[in-house]
């Protein structure tokens, strides 16, 4: 018996159909009949094979954005994340969940797959990527600060307000105490603490003290002035 050796594209051709998505395709090798006489070849043959899911668990994760410069602003920072696979971008075929993308710290993308054609095997079945939100820092000698009290005699004294060059820090950022020892004189202290959103320049926390002072007339009548940016408040 010769045995003769075939030429692709000459005396056959390959074609691959339905092997885009997972499933069954087929491999087809058909005779091209370009010689004319005995040696021309003709016909065909398939073979069906299956086409399975890619398991995507160590698929590049990286941010389309500079996450050097995320810095606290009050609304959700939400960074656009690409995922490749083998440097090929499949990242319209996955779904992104943010988690604690708001407060300042570390924060969290969960990604998982929406299309069938990509699965990730692994604990989850999701992959995660990270990212730090930076605190806003606050500098108390440049900035201009504002807060009003209300009741700042009674044991859980009101902060009605508090803006930082013109910008309102909401009531869930802050906390007012009202200091246990009471001074010399009889005023006391109040400290507005900041919550970790915010810091000083030297990367403390900002906390604010507002001053007391405590007045008797010559009738013995007390009163408390609160003492702000150096002046006294009726």
């Given amino acids: 018996r010769t045995w003769t050796t075939l030429v692709e594209n000459s005396d056959y051709v390959i074609n691959v159909v339905n092997n885009s998505s997972i499933g069954t395709a087929q491999l087809i090798v058909s005779g091209t009949n370009n010689n004319n006489g005995a040696n021309a070849y003709g016909g065909a043959v398939s073979f069906d094979f ?4 890619l398991d995507i668990n160590n698929a590049e994760i990286n941010s389309v954005e500079d996450l050097s410069d995320l810095t606290y602003t009050g609304g959700e920072i939400t960074p656009r994340i690409k995922v490749e696979y083998g440097g090929v971008d499949i990242s319209s075929d996955m779904n992104f969940e943010y988690n604690n993308s708001t407060n300042a710290g570390t924060a ?4 998982t797959s929406n299309s069938e054609n990509f699965v990730i095997n692994n604990t989850n079945h999701c992959l995660t990527f ?3 939100i930076a605190p806003r820092v606050i500098d108390i000698l440049t900035d201009a600060v504002d807060y009003e009290l209300t009741d700042y005699t009674a044991d859980e004294p009101t902060l009605d307000y508090l803006t930082v060059n ?7 950022q802050y906390t007012v105490e009202r200091e246990a020892v009471e001074n010399q004189n009889g005023s006391w202290n109040l400290r507005i603490v900041v919550n970790g959103n915010y810091i000083t320049a030297d990367g403390s926390q900002l906390v604010f003290t507002v001053h007391t002072v405590t007045f008797v007339d010559e009738l013995g009548n007390e009163s408390t002035m609160l003492v702000k940016n150096g002046a006294l408040l009726v």
């Fill in 50 to 53: 299956t086409v399975i899911p």
């Fill in 108 to 111: 969290t993308v969960t990604i």
């Fill in 130 to 132: 990270t990212y730090r």
């Fill in 166 to 172: 013109g910008e309102s820090i909401t009531s869930a």
